[in-house]
């Protein structure tokens, strides 16, 4: 029987530690006796043929490294099923056996899909917004904090000169996760998340007014972008407030940048583990972190799961941001 051949590709928006988990499928798919092909640009370079094959050398030197090498696309075409047969007809054509998928859900979709055509498929999480339900963790998201939390307290030293107030919207689109952690690490005076209405004058204008009364003379608002408006906002906390108010949106900023410690680690641990499931001719399932430890399911039952916002943290941060 010829040696096993497996792809690896990173789909979605990129996120800090995609070259820590890219690396680990490499090495330990080699290190099992398999082929490992990387291909470009996601499942768009699928349908390309935009495939190299790796070997231990290729992945050196990039596990610092934010971004992805493999770099990354969305493909409308893949999303009909006619390309998703296509992708699946590459695959044989080319001689992959079976394809790591680094991303979000959109790619785990993608890759329960072209499970379904005949090619095993494992999803590795990996996206800045923690918003993968079957995931405690996904691989950037420490990295992007980080960067949000020096962010801001950059805008604090400025604010904190003029006695104003900075309003700062961080990435998240559905998923408040970046907001609350950064919210709690600055000591923002309100988070706005999209899990949690908020009203203006009872969670904004009334906490400033009472932070003030108590000396307090400078602030900070985290919004996430799913909440988004934060200009408006700005504009309506200094009317309200006559506090002078400042809006910053940090933007794709947050998507770049040398992965933590964290997202090095767990970007390697996830990538050996997918790599060693395809070995083990496992299919369809999703490399995931669940009460700490790093596991598998399968891919349907994950996409199906509901995120659970963590409103004791939410609450915790009311409370002691003030
Ligand atoms: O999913 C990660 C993310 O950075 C979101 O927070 C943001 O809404 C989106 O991607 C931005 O996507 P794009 O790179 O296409 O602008």
Redesign the pocket.
């Known amino acids: 029987m010829a040696t096993k051949a497996i792809g690896v590709l990173t789909s ?2 990129d ?1 800090p530690g995609m070259n820590a988990a890219v690396r680990a499928v490499v090495r330990a798919g080699l290190s099992y006796g398999m082929r490992v092909m990387g291909i470009q640009r996601g499942y768009n370079g699928l349908l390309n043929g935009e495939v190299v094959e790796m070997n231990l050398r290729s992945v050196s030197d990039i596990i610092h490294r934010g971004g992805t090498v493999l770099y990354t696309a969305r493909s409308p075409e893949f999303n009909t099923p006619a390309g998703v047969q296509k992708a699946a007809d590459k695959c044989h054509e080319i001689g992959i056996d079976g394809v790591v998928v680094i991303g ?1 859900d959109g790619s785990f979709r993608g890759a329960r899909d072209l499970t379904g055509a005949g090619i095993p498929c494992i999803g590795v999480p990996g ?3 923690n ?1 993968i339900a079957s995931s405690e963790y996904t691989i950037g998201f420490d990295t992007a904090m980080n960067t949000a939390v020096q962010m801001v307290d950059r805008l604090r030293d400025t604010m904190e000169s003029h006695d104003r107030c900075s309003v700062v919207q961080v ?3 559905r998923c408040g996760d970046i907001a609350l952690q950064t919210g709690i690490a600055v000591g923002a005076t309100s988070i706005l998340v999209p899990e949690v209405p908020f009203d203006f004058q009872k969670d904004i204008v009334d906490r400033m007014t009472f932070t003030q009364k108590t000396g307090k003379k400078h602030f900070i608002i985290i919004v996430a ?1 799913g909440v988004g408006g934060v200009e408006k906002l700005a504009k309506n906390i200094e009317e309200a407030t006559g506090i002078e108010t400042r809006a910053t949106i940090l933007g ?1 900023v ?2 770049g940048g040398s992965p933590t410690l964290r997202d090095r680690v767990v970007g390697s641990r996830m990538g050996a583990v997918a790599a060693k499931l395809l070995h083990e001719e496992k299919s369809n399932r999703v490399v995931v972190m669940r009460g700490g430890k790093i596991t598998d399911l399968d891919i349907t039952e994950a996409l199906n799961m509901k995120r659970v916002f963590d409103k004791d943290l939410y609450d915790i941060a009311l409370r002691i941001s003030i």
Do not use: L, N
Request: zero cysteines.
């Open positions: 979605g928006g996120a979000g996206t800045i917004d918003d990435m998240g689109r972008e794709h947050q998507r």
